[in-house]
């Protein structure tokens, strides 16, 4: 199981970012994605959730409105479009999901991370 993400980098406040996370070594369509973000000296934080089939999302209230995610199955990838991006929103962003292994076992797995910097 491998999640990579890209499309991270240096934005300007009020600026735009579509982060890309493309999956491989599991059946994708079968599994809810997120995307996760870590700032400097806070915890982890949920960020934006979507169901296996894309049918169903949720967001932090905090990016309610600014944030969209979405998925293409048949590529694989899962996408968190930011827009009107502020310097609260300055993190590390992961993407992640839990893949079963084996019946009685499943596993986290994240993605290596991508900086968002908001800065003017």
């Known amino acids: 199981v491998q999640l990579v993400e890209s499309g991270g980098g240096l934005v300007q406040p009020g600026g735009s970012l579509r982060l890309s996370c493309a999956a491989s070594?599991?059946?994708?369509?079968?599994?809810?994605m997120s995307w996760y973000r870590q700032a400097p000296g806070k915890e982890r934080e949920l960020v934006a959730y979507i169901s296996s089939d894309g049918g169903s999302s949720n967001y932090l209230d905090s990016v309610k409105g600014r944030f969209t995610i979405s998925r293409d199955n048949a590529k694989n990838t899962v996408y968190l479009q930011m827009n009107s991006l502020k310097p609260e929103d300055t993190a590390v962003y992961y993407c992640?999901?839990?893949?079963?292994?084996?019946?009685?076992?499943?596993?986290?797995?994240w993605g290596q991370g991508t900086q968002i910097t908001v800065s003017s």
């Open positions: 070594g599991f059946t994708f369509s079968s599994y809810d």
């Open positions: 992640y999901s839990k893949v079963k292994l084996a019946v009685w076992y499943s596993k986290d797995y």
